[in-house]
């Protein structure tokens, strides 16, 4: 059963979706050998466990696990203890100007739309994803934006990395990108600050411990190397949707249809494939009896596109709603940059109907070979006049 879905096979890495809907159809919850644990592709499963963080572990410290200094933030404690670091990037991200953000990153999509057109095939990776997601979190935090191909490279190492389980020649080399990642960021801390989300969540810093000040740094690192390689990895992701369904661009000329658009976009094709959590207690999903200390793996992929959550699950619904798709997870730690990447969205889908130029495809894209992350290595496109 399990040998059906192997998330680094070519055929899958191309289409994972009638797979796994082959499989919530036969086994809704199957045991992945090379994942160790228990595989959700049902809508409705995957939002009990996210939901209930009382029987499903997201920080390892609950099941008898550790977690390396380095690796202490947000993602890695959950409610309370959690309550107090999340809300604290949450108030810091609210009161951020993401009008003037998703302005400024249109302008970035824009002056690049320009200057590519006419110059002949190009990757939609490394001119528009890329620059983008790091010009709109660097923007975000309030912090000069790192050298795009050289920042590029280290958040690879660390997308990659997450894959350490199925391939252990991986850990390494993220283990070396996530120290420089990790010295980039003490340079930030170590710099006067800028307005932006990282001088917000300073201000709240003096009087609090130290083991509370490396949670809020790590949290900000996984904020921006996290958020740039999602945002790099959807923004791939819906260039290739929109270049398959050329008459949704086009109606995303519509303000409604752009805000809706730009969630269908993630639900239909988003980036993050899943997440992991660990029984406390046990517990029963669908027919299976899961043992405490056992993982789960809820597949946002395949419950994003279960017909019981979304009719007409495999079609692009522009203005599908209600549309709680699980692209941004759900619960305690469901994506704290959810309007962010929502800006960083609407301003590629705006700049790219606003150019006088039609962008298409020049090319098979090629899939990045990494389990946790749907992504492109690279998409080539072409300006058409
Ligand atoms: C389209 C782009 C994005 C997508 C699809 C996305 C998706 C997700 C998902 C699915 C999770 C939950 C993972 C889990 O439950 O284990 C998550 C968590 C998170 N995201 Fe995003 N994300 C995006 C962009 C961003 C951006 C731009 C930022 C910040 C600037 C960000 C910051 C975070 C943080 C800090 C968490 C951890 C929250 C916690 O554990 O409490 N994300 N994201």
Redo the contacts with the bound molecule.
């Keep these: 059963m399990t040998d059906r879905y192997d998330p680094l096979d070519a055929k899958i890495l191309r289409d994972p979706y009638p797979v796994l809907d082959e499989l919530r159809q036969s086994k809704p919850v199957f045991w992945h050998e090379g994942m160790g644990s228990w595989a959700l592709t049902r809508y409705r499963d995957c939002v009990r466990v996210?939901r209930d963080h009382a029987t499903f572990a997201?920080d390892p410290q609950r099941t008898g696990g550790t977690v390396a200094e380095p690796s202490l933030s947000?993602?890695t404690l959950d409610p309370p203890q959690?309550g107090h670091i999340?809300s604290l990037?949450m108030t810091a991200l609210r009161a951020q100007d993401l009008t003037s953000i998703e302005a400024r990153a249109h302008c970035l999509v824009r002056g690049r739309l320009d200057a590519l057109a006419g110059a002949g095939a190009f990757d939609v990776v490394s001119e528009i994803a890329v620059p983008l997601s790091v010009a709109v979190?660097a923007d975000?935090l309030g912090v000069e934006p790192p050298p795009y191909a050289e920042f590029a490279a280290i958040s690879d190492a660390i997308m990659r990395s997450m894959d350490g389980g199925l391939d252990p020649s991986l850990v390494e080399p993220g283990r070396i990108a996530r120290q420089q990642l990790s010295d980039l960021v003490d340079s930030w801390f170590a710099a006067s600050a800028r307005p932006g989300l990282l001088a917000r969540v300073r201000a709240a810093e003096p009087g609090a411990d130290a083991l509370v000040r490396l949670y809020v740094k790590n949290?900000a690192r996984?904020?921006f190397q996290?958020?740039y390689s999602?945002?790099a990895a959807?923004v791939g992701n819906a260039v290739h949707t929109l270049l398959t369904h050329p008459e949704a661009l086009h109606r995303m000329r519509d303000r409604v249809l752009l805000g809706t658009g730009v969630d269908e976009l993630?639900r239909f094709d988003?980036?993050?494939q899943g997440?992991t959590r660990v029984a406390v207690r046990a517990c029963r999903i669908g027919a299976v009896d899961i043992r405490p200390g056992q993982k789960v793996v809820p597949l946002?992929a395949a419950a994003n596109r279960d017909p019981a959550a979304f009719p007409g699950a495999d079609r692009l619904v522009l203005d599908r709603t209600p549309n709680r798709h699980l692209?941004?997870?759900w619960g305690?730690?469901?994506?704290?940059?959810t309007t962010?990447?929502q800006v960083g969205?609407h301003a590629l889908v705006a700049a790219l109907n606003g150019s006088l130029a039609r962008l298409v495809a020049a090319g098979e894209g090629v899939r990045r070979r990494t389990a946790t992350m749907r992504a492109f290595d690279t998409l080539p496109v072409v300006l058409r006049p």
């Design positions: 996210l997201r947000v993602q959690q999340r990037f979190v975000l949290t996984v904020m996290g958020g999602t945002m959807a993630v988003g980036p993050v997440t946002f692209g941004y997870g305690p730690h469901s994506c704290i940059g962010v990447a969205l």
